[in-house]
């Protein structure tokens, strides 16, 4: 039990330090989970030994990355994504990647933000219902700010979807097929007619 417990076994007696080896969970467990638990520890460490090693912070994702050692050492940090999803991080001080600010003030902005969400918000909407016209501000920049978000979404269909016909400028919509268009028609060998000259293209 104790040896599934612990990642990196050690003797349970208070006063020893003996590190478990490969040959003693062997000895006690059997070559099952726990030595495949113990060789994955050795290995982790003996990669963190590595200069410029930064584990990501997910605690469920065992990857690591390697940066400039000297860079990471100094002023300047890194922003690293990793695979496993996590928001991108700072090899640094491995918190969220902050642009603006050196680590050392990361926490503080953290104790006001936290402040500011729990108190000054609330004050500050307070204040903001007793103004109906700073609602209608506020009202108004959501509503602009949903209609870029639709135009880009039209656009980004659009730039999977159309392309300009390189002989008149016409628009063609591109639903099915290989690369090739024909202006006029959603596909190539035919379909929904549109506006267009009728010749044919290559989509790039």
Not at 72 to 83: E, L, S
Request: glycine content about 8%; aromatic content about 4%.
């Amino acid at each position: 039990s104790h040896i599934r417990a612990c990642r990196t076994p050690m003797c349970p007696m208070p006063d020893c330090q003996y590190e478990l080896q490969e040959e003693d969970v062997r000895r006690l467990c059997g070559p099952g989970p726990e030595l495949r638990q113990l060789r994955r520890a050795q290995l982790d460490r003996a990669v963190m030994t590595i200069r410029g090693a930064r584990a990501c912070p997910n605690e469920h994702c065992r990857n690591v990355v390697i940066v400039d050692g000297d860079r990471c050492g100094g002023m300047d940090r890194q922003r690293v994504v990793c695979p496993c999803g996590i928001e991108p991080w700072c090899t640094r001080c491995r918190q969220p990647y902050h642009f603006a600010v050196e680590c050392e003030e990361v926490q503080r902005l953290r104790l006001e933000w936290h402040a500011w969400i729990t108190s000054g918000r609330a004050r500050w909407n307070r204040r903001d219902q007793r103004s109906s016209r700073q609602g209608a501000r506020v009202q108004a920049i959501e509503d602009a700010i949903e209609r870029h978000r639709e135009l880009e979404r039209d656009e980004a269909w659009k730039g999977a979807h159309c392309r300009l016909c390189p002989h008149c400028n016409s628009i063609v919509e591109k639903i099915e097929g290989c690369n090739a268009m024909r202006c006029g028609m959603d596909a190539d060998h035919g379909g929904n007619e549109q506006k267009g000259c009728g010749k044919r293209f290559q989509r790039e």
